[in-house]
């Protein structure tokens, strides 16, 4: 398996434009999580889904940001719009929850994402 | 709420000599930990786990930790360092169970090794 996919690797936007993070889990995973990484803050949990449904957004940080998996293979991390401060690295990560998990969650290599 | 705490932003030790990057918890209930590794530029690369049995864990590269439950600790173990062990360690905790759940991840800390 190619591992988790992230896409694009790097983004450099203005503020005030829209920004659209993609994920592409491992292949029969049936969580999907999106991370952020700051200097300030470490490593944080923004959202997760289960089989393509949020089940706890609540560190999504306001309501610019929304996320979104429409189907099992693929997932969305869109800002709209982009502010300064959400510069940061962000991380989607998938696991096998089920009965005869292994509980361990997989990371992408990450979209280093610079607002100017 | 559950939270993880890695006392030391940095850690030095010589080739060849053990190493130790500490890890407390706290979390309601039975914890899963973890340890991940970073490397620059890279995403997060999975070393261990501790989910039941045996306090002692070996995990990928050597590693091991072993998990206290009355200190509440999963400190992070190598009998014998090597340079290319120099990375950015994370410990992580999520609460015990069924299903899978959001990580909580510590502050991480530098583990220098010099040769």
């Known amino acids: 398996d190619a591992g988790v996919i992230q896409s694009p690797r790097h983004e450099v936007t203005e503020m005030g434009q829209e920004v659209t993070l993609r994920c592409k889990p491992i292949?029969?995973?049936?969580?999907l999580f999106w991370y952020r990484q700051t200097m300030m803050r470490g490593l944080e949990l923004l959202i997760y889904?289960?089989?393509?449904?949020?089940?706890?957004d609540s560190g999504m940080p306001e309501d610019r940001f929304s996320a979104k998996m429409p189907n099992a293979s693929f997932s969305t991390l869109k800002i709209q719009p982009s502010e300064p401060r959400d510069s940061a690295v962000y991380f989607c990560?998938?696991?096998?929850?089920?009965?005869?998990?292994?509980?361990?969650?997989?990371f992408g290599p990450g979209t280093r994402l610079t607002v100017l | 709420a559950q939270s993880v705490a890695q006392p030391e932003d940095q850690v030095n030790v010589a080739e060849g000599n053990p190493l130790t990057v500490k890890c407390t918890y706290s979390?309601?209930?039975?914890?899963?930990l973890f340890w991940y590794v970073q490397y620059p530029n890279r995403g997060l690369q999975f070393l261990l786990k501790?989910?039941?049995?045996?306090?002692l864990v070996k995990g990928s590269y050597g590693f091991e930790a072993e998990f206290n439950k009355s200190q509440t600790s999963f400190h992070l173990k190598k009998p014998s360092a090597l340079v290319s062990d120099s990375a950015l360690y994370f410990c992580?905790?999520?609460?015990?169970?069924?299903?899978?759940?959001?990580?909580?991840f510590g502050k991480g800390t530098h583990l220098i090794i010099q040769p």
């Open positions: 990560a998938s696991s096998l929850g089920r009965t005869g998990g292994h509980h361990e969650q997989f």
């Open positions: 292949s029969g995973h049936d969580y």
């Open positions: 889904f289960n089989n393509n449904v949020p089940i706890d």
């Open positions: 979390v309601s209930g039975n914890p899963y």
């Open positions: 501790y989910i039941t049995g045996d306090n």
């Open positions: 992580a905790v999520r609460r015990g169970g069924g299903g899978a759940d959001g990580l909580t």
